[in-house]
Each structure stands twice: as C-alpha cells, then as structure tokens.
T-cell receptor, first 110, second 113 residues
Framework: QKEVEQNSGPLSVPEGAIASLNCTYS??????FFWYRQYSGKSPELIMF????GDKEDGRFTAQLNKASQYVSLLIRDSQPSDSATYLC??????????FGGGTRLMVKP | KAGVTQTPRYLIKTRGQQVTLSCSPI?????VSWYQQTPGQGLQFLFE???????NKGNFPGRFSGRQFSNSRSEMNVSTLELGDSALYLC????????????FGPGTRLLVL
C-alpha cells in the first residue's frame, strides 16, 4: 500500500462545475497536509495547506481534512479550463519531508 | 520577492558521469529540500538541508549527495549516473521550521544517455 493514494484520473468536469479531488494516507502520525497543482512541464505550485480537522477555504478552493478517516480532499468551485492540471496531495509526519501521492489529472471542459 | 531558482534548467549527460545541480532559495528561507520526479515513481524526497546540515534524508543511494552553503544556497550531486537517474530534479525552500510550506523551483531536467 502506498503511503499517499490518489486516483490518477483523469477526472473530467464541465466548466463551472465543482471538481472534487480525494487523497488518503496511511500514516496516522501525519500532521500537515498540502495540495499542489502541477501543469504539464512545470513545477508544483502550492494551492493550499491544512493542519486541523475540518474545512479550510481560500477563494474557489476548499480543503477538507478528516484525520480519523485519514482522508484529505480538495474542492474546486466554478472550475475553469485553466484549472486543468495534475493535483498532488502531500503529507508530512515530522520535519519537512513531503510524501506525495501520484496525483490526479483534472480536465475541465469548456 | 524572487522565487526559488535552479540551474541549469536542462542537462544531458552520459552514463557514468557525474552532475551537480544548484538551487537558490527564496530570500530569507533557510531550508532547502530536493526531490526527484519521474513518470514511474512520481515525486520522491531526496534530502533536506538546514543551516548547512543535512536534516532529513530519503531512501536514495549514496550516489546522491548534497550540501548547503552559508547563504542557504544548495547543491546536489549525482555520481556515476545511471539511465534511471533521468528525471526532473526539484528544489523547494521553506523558512526553516518544521512542517512548513515548501515552495518549488522550476526544476532541472536531467537526461542520462
């Protein structure tokens, strides 16, 4: 079992819809959770981070964390074609070692 | 504020050679981490440097090494290159505390022939 699991996709949503991206992790000691977006040929770009159970909103993005279920999600409201990218979930247990999932490819169709 | 910079951006080497990659963190950031990204293995942590000391290390062979200078700039070295070392090498910087947000540079794409 991988430490951080994501559905590879592609996840296809129409423009204006809500995209829901999910991530599960196996290490119960994980403490910090990050979502990065990576366009093809580019480096990862931080979207959001979350440390506590519950929801955290930033503009069109909402991160949700459920430590009991070892589950992190990212919701993208009013999805735009420019949101089409690979979304990487990453966790840290201690220190700054990020453990990444394989990423979910999101396609937003006009 | 300028972002993380990495040089060179592209590199072609042959098997058996060695390579040195450079990373300059965001001004004020004291921690530099290195990651390898390949299509098969995804993004994997190599090591982290803070205050010129290796603070964390991933599961890579000893051919992969790094160092950090007093101005927080970092280099990583790969000796005796193998075909499987072809990858995008990413550097990320953070302020220096634990579990802090890391910001990635544009990466160095290494091709080993």
């Amino acid at each position: 079992q991988k430490e951080v699991e994501q559905n590879s996709g592609p996840l296809s949503v129409p423009e204006g819809a809500i995209a829901s991206l999910n991530c599960t992790y196996s290490d119960r000691g994980s403490q910090s959770f990050f979502w990065y977006r990576q366009y093809s040929g580019k480096s990862p770009e931080l979207i959001m981070f979350i440390y506590s159970n519950g929801d955290k909103e930033d503009g069109r993005f909402t991160a949700q964390l459920n430590k009991a279920s070892q589950y992190v999600s990212l919701l993208i409201r009013d999805s735009q074609p420019s949101d089409s990218a690979t979304y990487l979930c990453a966790v840290t247990r201690a220190g700054n070692m990020l453990t990444f999932g394989g990423g979910t490819r999101l396609m937003v169709k006009p | 504020k300028a972002g993380v910079t990495q040089t060179p951006r592209y590199l072609i080497k042959t098997r058996g050679q060695q390579v040195t990659l450079s990373c300059s963190p965001i001004s004020g950031h004291r921690s530099v981490s290195w990651y390898q990204q390949t299509p098969g293995q995804g993004l994997q942590f190599l090591f982290e440097y803070f205050s010129e000391t290796q603070r964390n290390k991933g599961n890579f062979p000893g051919r992969f090494s790094g160092r950090q200078f007093s101005n927080s700039r970092s280099e990583m070295n790969v000796s005796t290159l193998e075909l499987g070392d072809s990858a995008l090498y990413l550097c990320a910087s953070s302020l220096g505390g634990q579990q802090e947000t890391q910001y990635f540079g544009p990466g160095t794409r290494l091709l080993v022939l």
